[in-house]
């Protein structure tokens, strides 16, 4: 029997009532609560609020929210899937702070008829991704909504906070991955097509965050940084109003084998989605011109003097939609 599961096996959330859910969202986030990192953690989980003791680090704090069908799709994604990429949206900012997460607050509103089964496996997908990376949920809220909707926030402790603020003219511009994928993956779903490219539908359902590659860009030298989490070009041009500087993208040297098959399938020129691509929780970051290179980021362009982005020599406002950028209350 899975941890949490008990007796409410079948049943829908509104037939066990909130007290029986929380009892068992509470054996899921429980089970990492002995973890050696959280000796700062004096109570967690079934109080009013967590207690946390007093650190000489400086704190990060994140929150996402995630809407059913704005965010995900119970009949693309999977519980555990939605869970855990709700996770990884908030462990990636606090990475891309120059942070190491430790906890995780959990707020999730339902309908109440989804099955406890489902929501568990949500649960399981958010204490899954909080195990890897040390951390763990420490508390939340559960209520009733019209829509299904997740929100967590994300604690971390840094010496050194990372800002977007200090890119340099002259820097060079890092990515410690090839982007793309994910809107992918994306367009493959809206397709119908999701079984001819399946590792690449993965990595926007299920996508996952690599803090070594935060910690070796802050170690090589970083004066700028980002989570890539809303696309290249929108998250680029962050930088570039945060610093107040220009920034050059130079991408033709980068291999796009990967995606060339599937943007082909689609009728799609793949830098289409290096550009968009959001959710790939990759770092963005700028690195002083002497640096060197962490294995596996690849430089992707320069800080130049002036102001927005500049694409292989053309010109592209920060505030200037592109297609398939994704932004909230555009109409």
Known sequence: MKKGEGITLGLQVAQIGERALIAALGEIFGEVQ???????????????????????????????LAVEDVHFRTDWSSAYQIGAKVAVANIADIYA????????LVGISLTGEEEVEWVLDLARGIAEQAKKVGAQVIGGDTVRGEKITIAITALGDTNEPMYRSG???????????IPG?????????KAGKKELFPEIVKA???????????????SAGVTAMCDLSDGLLVDV??????SGVGIKLDLDHL???SLVEAGTTLAVDPISWVLTSGEEHLFIATLPASATLPVGALKIGEVISGSGVEINGE?????????NIWQHFEK
């Not at 702070?97 to 995780?104: F, I, K, Q, V, Y």
């Not at 041009?237 to 945060?242: D, L």
């Open 34 to 64: 002995n973890l050696k990192k959280q000796k700062k953690l004096l109570f967690g989980i079934g109080d009013d609020g967590a207690v946390l003791a007093p650190s000489e680090l400086a704190t990060v704090a994140t929150m996402d």
């Open 97 to 104: 702070m120059g942070g190491e997460p430790h906890s995780l």
């Open 167 to 177: 890119a340099k003219v002259g820097d060079q511009l890092v990515i410690s991955g």
């Open 181 to 189: 994928a994910s809107a992918a993956g994306l367009a493959l779903l």
């Open 204 to 218: 926007h359902l299920q996508p996952s965050v690599d803090g070594k590659k935060a910690h070796a860009l802050i």
């Open 237 to 242: 041009s962050r930088i570039s109003e945060a």
């Open 255 to 257: 291999d796009l084998s």
């Open 315 to 323: 010109f592209s406002d920060s505030q200037k939609n592109i297609e």
